[in-house]
């Protein structure tokens, strides 16, 4: 009764003899309030304005009331909503409680009434992740958007391929682009997938084994833009599965993503000099006044090493916690979420941005796909459907043909029929090789047109690849636009 009377009006809870000390506040409240007023406050206000409007149907609240939590409501911003270990113990939810009750005259008894934090905070995470989500998957789709006229301009320009560092295969840029293309695709379906595993709202779950009062549950969640509501109280509160499922695909994505800008490093390089950017996307040296470095691909390398570090943590923080909601997983367990998110979504625009002011050295990449014996393994199948060598054996005719040719310093385009010929009957298979067949094989010029499997690089089968590439591109983003507006869409039913 004493601290009744000491604290009055302002207590927050009969259990604790003391209010937060300043300790606690500076190190801990504070920071993550600020943290919550910052992210998620329209989350939380969203959510009491559905939950005020469930009080009424239910009867507990007259209309009046309704409308005047949800003035109060609206009135609430950064600025209006304050911290305080004594009044509201700086924690956001008991903060609008309070601001409410302080600026309403209207009875609100039943207001707050059979609820908890903990599925409120859950729903605001969710609510906060689906979005940020549907921002990566924008930046996602803005690159793939990038990419497509590069690859659609560069179809019949070919450019050497490597496989172990080595010269392999004439390709072209086209090529490798929707290749690019295609992987980023898979990243933008799986990231819809994930969307989707999310739409499940976790209000009404209560502490975690569910309410008292008859809440439409599902009511609620389509209110907030979800499709459905949680089936299982405790799931809706333990569970934060949602920041792994993201953490795991954005660090799959990053992997693939390092290894095209690794490439991309590759070909700027005055080793390859494939591709140029301009000046304003370059650094210099302070001491190498010859030196165009292009250190935005490095920051971009260096960025997307950062997300699966920022998975592992997601990971960490709640590895054997027990299953149940937790301070432990629920804030400080994803206190790297947005962080991560922002990171990719950083690196993804920025290489949307190289992207697009790319510019490559035909020419250049002309003189290496003559100068290469590219054309080895063409050479390996003629051999084998002209003249019935095993293709083995005629594998080891090639590698000795292009050999020699190469220890005799001469060029892809200087067949020599004969010195073939002689390869062939030295290991028993006497063939007469015309010199069309050498030129076809080792031309730059039948370099992309000789290859005839679905998927290839032919320039028919790149074009018919970025025809489909095109239509799923325009698929995903009325998706996107589709879950948008259902994210936005909210306090209609």
């Known amino acids: 009764m004493n601290l009744f009377n000491e604290l009055g009006q302002s207590a927050i809870t009969g259990r604790l003899l003391e209010q937060p000390s300043t300790f606690i506040h500076d190190e801990i409240l504070h920071p993550q309030f600020t ?10 206000l969203r959510i009491e304005k559905v939950i ?4 009424a149907r239910m009867g507990l609240l007259d209309m009046e009331a309704l409308q005047a939590i949800i003035l109060q409501l609206d009135q609430i911003d950064i600025e209006t909503l304050v911290g305080n270990p004594q009044a509201n113990m700086t924690d956001i939810l008991f903060a609008i409680e309070r601001y409410v009750e302080q600026n309403t005259s209207h009875s609100m008894t039943a207001w707050h009434l059979d609820r908890s934090r903990n599925d409120v905070q859950a729903t605001a995470q ?4 689906r979005d940020k989500l549907l921002e990566i998957i924008e930046a ?27 010269s392999a295969q004439i390709i072209s840029v086209g090529f490798y682009f929707t290749a690019m293309n295609e992987q980023i695709g898979h990243t933008i379906d799986r990231l819809h997938s994930q969307w989707m ?7 009404g779950s209560g502490a975690m084994s569910g309410l008292e009062l008859p809440w439409d549950r599902m009511r609620m ?12 109280a405790l799931m809706g509160v333990a569970s934060k599965e949602f920041m792994l499922l993201i953490g795991a695909e954005l660090s799959t994505a990053s992997v693939a993503l390092t290894r095209f800008v690794t490439d991309f490093m590759n070909w700027g390089s005055s080793e390859y000099r494939f591709m140029d950017l301009p000046d304003h996307l370059c ?12 250190t935005v691909l490095e920051r971009i390398r260096g960025k997307l090493a950062h997300i699966p570090a920022y998975y592992i943590d997601l990971v960490m ?12 997983t629920a804030k400080e367990g994803g206190s790297n979420l947005l962080t991560m998110l922002a990171t990719m979504q950083t690196a993804v625009q920025l290489l949307t941005y190289v992207i697009s002011h790319m510019r490559f050295d035909r020419e250049q990449m002309e003189r290496l796909c003559t100068k290469e014996f590219f054309g080895g393994f063409s050479l390996a199948n003629q051999l084998t459907l002209r003249f019935d060598i095993p293709y083995r054996k005629a594998q080891i005719v090639a590698g000795k043909y292009i050999t020699a040719m190469m220890d005799q310093g001469r060029l892809p385009a200087d067949v020599d029929p004969h010195l073939l010929q002689e390869l062939c009957r030295e290991l028993g298979y006497p063939a007469e090789i015309q010199a069309d067949v050498l030129i076809r094989c080792f031309s730059a010029e039948s370099g992309l047109t000789i290859k005839k499997s679905l998927g290839s690089t032919h320039p028919d089968q790149v074009a018919a690849l970025l025809s489909i590439q095109e239509r799923e591109r325009t698929l995903r983003w009325k998706d996107l636009h589709k879950k948008q507006e259902q994210s936005r869409t909210y306090l209609l039913c």
């Open 317 to 328: 923080g709640q590895q054997r916690t027990p299953y149940t909601n937790m301070v432990e």
């Open 221 to 232: 969640a389509q209110m907030l833009g979800f499709t459905r509501y949680c089936r299982h």
């Open 140 to 166: 996602f789709l803005l690159l793939s958007d990038a990419m497509h006229p590069l690859a659609q301009e560069h179809v019949h320009v070919r450019m050497p391929g490597y496989t172990h560092y080595q």
């Open 35 to 44: 943290y919550e007023v910052e992210h998620l406050l329209p989350y939380y």
């Open 197 to 203: 595993s999310m739409d499940t709202c976790p209000l």
């Open 126 to 129: 969710v609510m906060l992740a």
């Open 52 to 55: 005020s409007m469930e009080y």
């Open 283 to 294: 650094g210099i040296s302070s001491a190498m006044p010859q030196k165009k470095n292009f």
